[in-house]
C-alpha cells in the first residue's frame, strides 16, 4: 500500500490541532468563570464562592497545561510538514504567533503562579488581580491566534511577489475581513463550553445528593451565564454566517448541503443528505420544508445557491462541512432550548428539583467542547481545497517528507496525547468524586468506578505542578 | 378527562415550541438584523429580570 504524505500531514495536523482546541476552549472559558467568582466573593464575603473559586481552579491548572503543551506542537508542525506554507505564509503568520507569546504567554506565566499558590500569600485583591490578569491573557491568546486563522480563512493586507507574500498593511492583516466576528464566536464558544461544564457537574451532584449547596451554586450559575451567552452566540453565529458567506462562498454552500446553482424555491432545510461529490447531486437529502428559504435567505421563498456555483477543482468535500454545520448548529439549537428550560424551571423554582432536567444537564456537560470541534471542522474544512484562501492550495504547502516519517510522527503524537487525555480524565474525574474541599466527609460516596478511583486515594491531597515555557 | 388534560399540555408545548421557533427566528435575524438585536436585547434584559426577582442556591445569580 502507498501512503500519501500529503493526507498524512493533513491527518496529523487535523488530530493535534484537535486535541489541542478542546484545552484552550476550556481554559479561555473557565478563567474568565473563575474572574468572576472571585470577584463574587470579594463582594459577598460567601464562602461558597470561594469553594467553587478552589474547585474549578484544579480542573482549570490541569487543562492549561496540557493547552500550552499540545500548542506548542503545532508551531512546529508548521515548519515541519507544512514547510512550503511556513515559507510563504511566514512573514504574516510568524510575527503574530510571536506576539502571542511576547503578549499573552508572558502576562500568564508572570500571574499563572499567584493564581495556583498565592491565595494565602498575597492579599485577597491582589490574587483577584492575577486571576483577571490570566483571563485576560488567554483572551489575547485567543485573539492572535483568531487573528493569524481568520487571515488563512480571508487573507489581505498582503501582496505576492516571485511566490512569497509582503505585509503590505499589518493592520489589514490583523484585523482581516473575518476576525471581528470569528473571536467573539469563538471566545462566547468558550464561555459556553465553561458554563455547561460547571452546571453539568453541579446537576451532577444534586442528582447524586452530594454537595447541595455548592452543587445549587454552580447549577444556578451556570445556566444563568450559558442562558445569556446562547442567546447572543446564535446572533454572533448568524453575523459570521453572512460574513463567510461573502468571503468563502464554497463554505457555506457545502455547509447548507445544495448542488444546484439555485435551489428549488422554496427550499428545504437539509438536516439529512448523503452527498455524492463526483456527480454534484445528493443521493438522499432529508429536510424540512420552507425552512431553508426562511433561514437562509430570509424569505419564504428564497432559493440557495449551491455549491455548483464553485468549480470543481475548488470544492470543499461536502458532507464532511455540513454534518460539522449540523451538529455545532443542533447543538446550538438544544443549548437555546435549555436555556429557555432553565428560566421557566427558576420561574417554577424547580431548576434543582427537576430530575429530568439535571440529567439533561449531565449530557450536555461536554456540549460545548463538542460544538466548538464541530465549528472548527467547518472552518478547516470548508476552507479546502486552500490553506490560505485563494492564495495557496493545502496540496502545494506541504513539506518534502517521506511517508513513513510523517506516519511514525503521527503514531507517536497518537500515543503521547493518549497519556494527556488519560491524565486530565483521570484527574478531572477523581476531583469531581472527590468533590470541592470543605466538603461533608460523605463527599467520596462509593461510584461505580470504584476500582479505578479507590476512596483511600481520594483521601489524598492532590498536588498540582505546572510547568510553562 | 385525562385526555383533556393531555390534550391541554400537547396544545400548551406545541404554543411553547412554535413561540420559542418564532424568537430563535427573530434573533438570528430572519426579520433583520435590528429586529435581531432588539431580540436579544429583550430576550437578556428578560433573562437578568428573572436571576435577580428569583434568586435560587442563596446567591446573586
Not at chain 1, 297 to 304: I, K, N
Request: proline letters at 5%; a positive charge; hydrophobic letters at 55%.
Amino acid at each position: 500500500m502507498k501512503l500519501d504524505p500529503s493526507l498524512l500531514a493533513r491527518i496529523q495536523f487535523a488530530f493535534t490541532v484537535s486535541f489541542h482546541i478542546i484545552f484552550p476552549t476550556m481554559s479561555i472559558g473557565l478563567a474568565s468563570f473563575l474572574a468572576v467568582i472571585e470577584a463574587l466573593w470579594l463582594k459577598t464575603k460567601d464562602p461558597l464562592y470561594l469553594q467553587i473559586y478552589k474547585f474549578w481552579l484544579s480542573i482549570f491548572a490541569m487543562g492549561f497545561g496540557i493547552g500550552v503543551v499540545t500548542g506548542i506542537v503545532l508551531s512546529f508542525e508548521f515548519g515541519l510538514a507544512f514547510a512550503r506554507f511556513a515559507e510563504m505564509a511566514g512573514p504574516a503568520i510568524g510575527p503574530m504567533i510571536a506576539l502571542e507569546v511576547l503578549t499573552a504567554f508572558f502576562l500568564e506565566a508572570g500571574f499563572l503562579g499567584i493564581m495556583l499558590f498565592g491565595l494565602h500569600r498575597v492579599g485577597p485583591k491582589l490574587h483577584f488581580f492575577a486571576t483577571c490578569m490570566v483571563a485576560v491573557g488567554t483572551l489575547i491568546s485567543a485573539s492572535w491566534i483568531l487573528s493569524a486563522n481568520s487571515w488563512m480563512q480571508t487573507p489581505s493586507g498582503v501582496a505576492i511577489h516571485d511566490g512569497r507574500l509582503t505585509v503590505v498593511s499589518w493592520r489589514d492583516v490583523i484585523v482581516n475581513p473575518s476576525w471581528l466576528y470569528r473571536l467573539p464566536h469563538m471566545v462566547t464558544a468558550a464561555y459556553l463550553t465553561a458554563s455547561f461544564l460547571v452546571a453539568g457537574v453541579g446537576a451532577w451532584y444534586l442528582l447524586k445528593g452530594k454537595h447541595l449547596q455548592f452543587a445549587r451554586r454552580t447549577v444556578a450559575l451556570g445556566t444563568a451565564f450559558a442562558t445569556v451567552l446562547i442567546a447572543g452566540q446564535v446572533f454572533i453565529g448568524d453575523l459570521v454566517y453572512g460574513t463567510m458567506l461573502k468571503h468563502q462562498p464554497s463554505k457555506m454552500q457545502a455547509a447548507e448541503g445544495f448542488w444546484e446553482k439555485k435551489s428549488q424555491s422554496p427550499a428545504p432545510y437539509y438536516w439529512i443528505i448523503v452527498p455524492d461529490q463526483p456527480n454534484q447531486r445528493n443521493r438522499l437529502a432529508v429536510g424540512i420544508p420552507y425552512l431553508g428559504s426562511i433561514w437562509l435567505t430570509h424569505s419564504l421563498r428564497g432559493r440557495v445557491e449551491g455549491l455548483q456555483n464553485t468549480p470543481r477543482d475548488r470544492q470543499p468535500r461536502m458532507g464532511m462541512v455540513f454534518y460539522a454545520f449540523r451538529i455545532m448548529y443542533g447543538l446550538a439549537i438544544v443549548m437555546f432550548a435549555i436555556g429557555v428550560a432553565s428560566l421557566w424551571l427558576r420561574l417554577n423554582g424547580r431548576l434543582f428539583s427537576s430530575r429530568r432536567f439535571l440529567w439533561v444537564l449531565v449530557l450536555m456537560t461536554p456540549s460545548g467542547v463538542i460544538a466548538t470541534l464541530a465549528g472548527w471542522y467547518v472552518a478547516e474544512t470548508g476552507r479546502q481545497p486552500w490553506v490560505i484562501y485563494g492564495i495557496l492550495r493545502v496540496a502545494d504547502a506541504i513539506s518534502p517528507v517521506p511517508a513513513t516519517t510523517l506516519l511514525s510522527s503521527l503514531v507517536g503524537f497518537i500515543c503521547i496525547y493518549a497519556v494527556f487525555i488519560t491524565a486530565f480524565l483521570t484527574f478531572t474525574i477523581r476531583l469531581i468524586r472527590r468533590g470541592p474541599a470543605g466538603a461533608p466527609p460523605h463527599a467520596e460516596a462509593s461510584g461505580s468506578l470504584k476500582n479505578a478511583f479507590r476512596p483511600h486515594v481520594l483521601d489524598k491531597p492532590i498536588r498540582i505542578t505546572i510547568g510553562v515555557d | 378527562m385525562r385526555s383533556g388534560k393531555n390534550l391541554r399540555r400537547l396544545a400548551g408545548v406545541t404554543a411553547t415550541a412554535l413561540a420559542g421557533t418564532i424568537f430563535f427566528f427573530v434573533i438570528i435575524g430572519v426579520f433583520g438584523q435590528p429586529f435581531a438585536i432588539t431580540g436579544l436585547v429583550i430576550f437578556v434584559v428578560a433573562a437578568i429580570a428573572i436571576y435577580r426577582g428569583f434568586p435560587v442556591g442563596g446567591g446573586l445569580m
